[in-house]
């Protein structure tokens, strides 16, 4: 498996209206993309720091992953996303390894990226998602 870069850290929030002026004004980073995944019933808010993005996450259902979450442990870190070449090999790789899987297969994400999550229960805790952008290939 080849990690290329931390592509995100998504952090959970109750709202994206009060989260991004924080982003904003304090951090003077810039909201260059909000965007929402149905499927995942979350709505997204992104920032880029050097190469890295910050990816806000703001559930859209009650009983959504993100409130879920919140509901849980309260806003903060939700996941570390790695951006890799290869996503579906990664991931089954990682699975070869003895990680226990989420998503099996990628599927679509924000910004046209592929996604596949690794369950925490065999991270150490933190739930790590793969990325691909295979828009240009």
Same mark, same amino acid.
């Given at each position: 498996m080849q990690l290329d870069r931390i592509e995100h850290i998504g952090i959970a929030v109750k709202s994206l209206e009060e989260a991004i002026p924080?982003? !904003?004004?304090?951090?003077?980073?810039t909201c260059y993309r909000v965007e929402e995944v149905e499927d995942q019933m979350v709505k997204t808010a992104f920032f880029k720091v050097g190469e890295t *993005?910050? +990816?806000?996450? !703001?559930s859209t259902s009650d009983d959504g992953p993100i409130? *879920?979450?919140i509901e849980k442990r309260g806003?903060?870190?939700?996941?570390?996303?790695?951006?890799?070449?290869g996503i579906n090999k990664s991931l089954a790789e990682a699975e070869e390894k003895g990680v226990r899987l989420i998503? *099996?297969?990628?599927? *679509?994400?924000?910004e046209g990226l592929d996604i596949g999550f690794l369950h925490p229960k065999s991270t150490q805790g933190v739930?790590? +998602?793969?990325?691909e952008d295979n828009q240009n290939q």
């Open positions: 924080f982003y !904003e004004n304090v951090l003077g980073l *993005k910050i +990816e806000l996450l !703001e409130a *879920k979450h806003e903060g870190i939700h996941h570390l996303a790695f951006h890799v070449q998503d *099996k297969q990628s599927r *679509k994400g924000a739930l790590m +998602e793969f990325c």
